[in-house]
């Protein structure tokens, strides 16, 4: 997988990813900053508070989306040809948009969150610029986000002979014909990809419905907005989003755990239909966000339940299963790369427990909009997406360098890294559990008690991802020379 | 067992059984390496019983959990209660101070401004029941107070800067 002669592939992976992780690593410590200000260690007014948690979660959800994005467009380039000023148009997009939240929090003190739940833009305490800046910054990005959907949906029907080639429907349905016809069938990681661009569509066009409405309305103050309306195209696009991107991360498991155990992972009928049933299922489990709007249709809210439910099945009897059984008795080496891909998966698998119980409808009664959400959604962000993300670059890193990470050092940024997330995560499940609402500045009790041991926690899980850096710098100067020289060769040809 | 601890301990022992599992599988890697075919064998084989046993248990957990959904049903809401009206604006709730114990309530709960959320926390802080409160619309939450004592209702959805003050307290029971 690794060696790659597609330089160009490689740059655009990079500057998404380097992109994606830099912003990843600054949230991390506005993060940091917001739990410490909970905790009452922190002098920060409730203005200042609410515009960093609105930076923190656009900006993460922003930031990891690049990562799946740069990983994808990599992989997809090794089986098609994909344009690179395309993926460069999409980036500068979502550059301009990201630039345009950050000065919109950051200079304008817009706080009505990422999720810029209508009519609250409209109702703060800071100035119109600002929610104009942060609104333009958000249909910036998903203008970028279906530039980039559009190329990958592209390439894979260009690719794979159409929508049904790309679906591998008839691979599934008559397996004989599809065998004898010698057409190609597209391997694990194209799945994603397609689910992403078709998904990702559905999802960036009711962001842009509601971006431009929410703008008009920003322009004219006449214009009325039906609540409940913005409401389902908020958590439509927002839940999509935020799915997606574990969705598409996942992919890099398709191509870096067969690489690091030596084994080899085919498209099946079962991954293919498990597919399919994601593919369906994240754009039903939005309303669990909605349980607690008793004037939703009723049945939305039983299809809620049982769709969020469903969406286990496809990704623990496929995806988790496919790689339990890669790992199995496969004498893999634990080089930091394959630690973290495996522990990433263990956070997938553990924020959806978090996620399936809040989204039984008796129990959202007692968690909807407690730390417990953010407790489950962090699990599969910072223990699933970012450990894929960080397990790709390790698994690149290594398969280049010659040197080799010390055993001494991959059990501190283990320990450190996991087990300050563990206490970082069980702070948010504790208070979330004893009913402490999300988003507050000053949090009833036991809230601030929770926060200090989680800002403990947090700590010293940026401290372990300090060290994988630095350790990966280290591996990264230790590419051969002859390596280098061939490259520059290229480049000077090209 | 309050509810809090049942549910932390509800997750602690599903993520317990899903970390064994992985932590198993990685100590496996430690023993003589398989043929890949061989895992897949066997593996293919309890793939078939997990699937199974998975949509089984999801399908129950659904059909068990639908009884205790919170939505009123028709009868519940013809029946006779007393009502309360909840206007949510920035940064409070305009209600009764004082409602009886024992008796069905209906809420009737909205909002002026942007959306808000109604949770009720009992006297003991834990968070017995919620509804968004939204403008343009009425939810409807049916509740019976079975303890008397200071109540609290709390914002649970982000409504600005004051978000967290937005707090009522209420009492049930007691002298009329
Ligand atoms: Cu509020």
New binding site residues.
């Given amino acids: 997988m690794m060696p790659t002669s597609d330089n160009t592939g490689r740059r655009v992976m990079v500057l998404y990813m380097g992109t994606g992780l830099a912003l990843t690593a600054s949230m991390m410590f506005a993060g940091l900053m917001l739990r410490a200000s909970q905790a009452g260690w922190m002098p920060m007014s409730p203005g200042q508070f609410y515009a960093v948690l609105t930076l923190h979660g656009a900006v993460v959800i922003v930031a990891l989306m690049l990562c799946g994005m740069g990983g994808l467009w990599f992989l997809m380039r090794r089986q098609t040809s994909l344009s690179v000023a395309a993926a460069v148009i999409a980036y500068a997009c979502i550059a301009a948009g990201a630039a345009a939240v950050i000065a919109a929090t950051l200079f304008g003190g817009f706080a009505g969150l990422y999720t810029f739940l209508a009519p609250l833009p409209f109702h703060g305490s800071w100035p119109y610029w600002s929610t104009g800046a942060f609104l333009i910054g958000m249909t910036l990005i998903t203008i970028g986000w279906m530039a980039w959907c559009m190329q990958m949906l592209g390439a894979v029907l260009r690719a794979y002979g159409g929508a049904l080639g790309a679906l591998a429907w008839d691979f599934v349905w008559h397996r004989k014909a599809f065998d004898a016809s010698g057409r190609p069938l597209p391997p694990p990681e194209a799945l994603p990809v397609l689910m992403a661009g078709f998904d990702g569509m559905l999802a960036g066009m009711s962001a842009m419905l509601l971006g431009v409405a929410l703008i008009v309305r920003w322009l004219d103050a006449r214009v009325l907005i039906n609540p409940l309306w913005a409401k389902n195209l908020t958590y439509f696009f927002a839940h999509t989003y935020a799915n997606l991107i574990i969705y598409m991360l996942a992919a890099l498991i398709y191509v870096g755990l067969p690489y690091a155990t030596g084994r080899k992972y085919h498209t099946s009928a079962a991954l293919v239909v498990g597919w399919w049933c994601s593919m369906v299922l994240t754009l039903t489990n939005y309303f669990h966000h909605l349980y607690m709007d008793f004037v939703q249709p009723g049945p939305f809210q039983y299809l809620g339940e049982l769709s969020s439910y469903l969406s286990a099945v496809p990704v623990t009897v496929v995806t988790i299963f496919s790689a339990l059984m890669l790992v199995w008795r496969s004498g893999m080496k634990w080089t930091l790369g394959a630690i973290f891909m495996y522990t990433g998966l263990i956070g997938w698998v553990v924020g959806g427990i978090g996620a399936e119980i809040d989204a039984t409808v008796p129990f959202n009664v007692h968690l909807h909009n407690t730390l417990w959400v953010p407790a489950h959604f962090h699990t599969y962000l910072v223990g699933g997406c970012v450990l894929f993300a960080v397990g790709w670059v390790f698994l690149c890193l290594e398969s280049r360098s010659i040197r080799r990470t010390r055993i001494l050092v991959r059990w501190v940024v283990g320990l450190l890294t996991f087990g300050g997330m563990a206490v970082f995560l069980m702070g948010f499940y504790c208070a979330g559990a004893y009913g402490v609402p999300r988003r507050y500045a000053i949090e009833p009790a036991p809230g601030p008690e929770l926060a200090k041991i989680a800002s403990i926690g947090a700590a010293v899980m940026i401290i372990g991802f300090a060290l994988a850096f630095a350790e990966g710098v280290r591996l990264r100067f230790g590419y051969p020379e002859g390596e280098a020289t061939i490259r520059m060769t290229q480049e000077v040809e090209a | 067992m309050s509810v809090a601890v049942k549910l932390l301990v509800m997750f602690l022992v599903f993520a317990g059984a899903a970390i064994t599992i992985f932590l198993a599988v990685a100590y496996s890697t430690h023993l003589p390496v398989s043929e890949q075919h061989d895992v897949q064998q066997r593996g293919y084989a309890i793939r078939g019983r997990w699937f199974l046993a998975l949509v089984l248990f999801l399908i129950a957990s659904f059909a068990i959990s639908i009884p205790f959904y919170p939505y009123m049903s028709a009868p519940a809401a013809l029946a006779p209660a007393r009502k309360v009206p909840v206007i949510a604006e920035q ?1 409070a709730f305009i209600m009764a101070s004082h409602l009886p114990v024992d008796k069905p309530i209906i809420f009737e709960v909205t909002s002026r401004d942007v959306n ?2 109604f949770g009720i926390y009992n006297p003991r802080g834990h968070l017995i029941a919620q509804v968004q409160a939204m403008p343009d619309y009425t939810n409807y939450l049916r509740v019976i107070f079975h303890k008397p004592g200071q109540y609290t209702a709390r ?6 800067i004051g ?1 967290a003050i ?1 707090a009522k307290t209420f009492t049930v029971g007691g002298k009329q």
Avoid: N
């Fill in positions: 940064y808000h959320d914002c649970l959805e982000y409504c600005g978000h937005m």
